[in-house]
């Protein structure tokens, strides 16, 4: 069993994101996301399938988050599509059901929206790769909960923690949990050398407002 620190976790989880290019910072020459947003940061949480070590301890990350607040979750239930194979990893380690929730029901067949045998009343943790502004994760939530099964969290690998996403939960009702988020991210680059001290502020201020930011470059 891979051994886990809660508390170190934010920062190791962002060090393994930034070797593997999962995540890149560029506060001074922005990304443009599909919604036409710019942003300092990608984030492509999908490569870390592809590294043993990391997703390793990613799985890690997330059984210990399960075991030492949501005790009762008796199934681990993964978003499509980044959070399917972390959700069966994770489900190994627990020994439990594995489900996994699209993001609508299918057009054909039995119609199924989640995937997976599961019961009214099942305590249920969904797996994420990464939260946004939150409403694809909360969707595949309350889908989850409208089949009659208990939510207990959703648990992602990193967060942008822009405010809305933690109002949407709040609303809903749904504790969110995630293993780093940008704060941490910020923080090791800075340590690490891989952006520049002075940027910083610039980045902390995409967070918070990231119209004014997208602005300040197209003006």
């Known amino acids: 069993m891979t051994s886990v620190n809660l508390a170190e976790l934010p920062s190791q989880i962002a060090g393994e994101l930034l ?9 001074n020459d922005p990304f443009t996301w599909s919604s036409g947003m710019k942003s300092p940061i990608y984030c492509d949480n999908r490569l870390t399938m592809s590294y043993p070590k990391v997703r390793e301890t990613i799985a890690a990350g997330f059984a210990a988050v399960i075991r030492e607040h949501y005790p009762s ?20 380690k627990l020994d439990l059901p594995m ?7 299918k ?10 045998h599961y ?25 989850v909960r409208e089949a009659g099964c208990e939510v207990l969290a959703t648990v992602a690998i990193f967060t942008y923690e822009f405010p809305q996403a ?10 969110l949990h995630t293993l780093s988020g940008y ?19 610039l980045l902390k201020s995409w967070r918070e407002n990231p119209q004014a930011y997208g602005e300040s470059f197209n003006s």
Not at 99 to 105: E, F, G
Not at 166 to 175: K, L, Y
């Open 73 to 92: 979750c008796e199934a681990v239930a993964g978003i499509a599509t980044g959070g399917i194979p972390h959700a069966a990893w994770v489900a190994q």
């Open 99 to 105: 489900l996994y929730v699209r993001d609508k029901a």
């Open 19 to 27: 070797n593997i290019g999962a995540v890149a910072l560029r506060p």
């Open 119 to 143: 019961k009214p009343g099942q305590k249920v943790v969904l797996i994420e790769d990464l939260v946004s502004t939150g409403g694809s994760s909360l969707k595949a939530a309350v889908a």
């Open 183 to 201: 704060s941490s991210l910020i923080e090791t680059a800075l340590q690490r050398g891989a952006v520049a001290p002075g940027d910083v502020e």
């Open 166 to 175: 933690v109002q949407a939960f709040d609303e809903q009702g749904i504790p």
């Open 107 to 116: 057009g054909h067949g039995k119609t199924n929206q989640i995937e997976g």
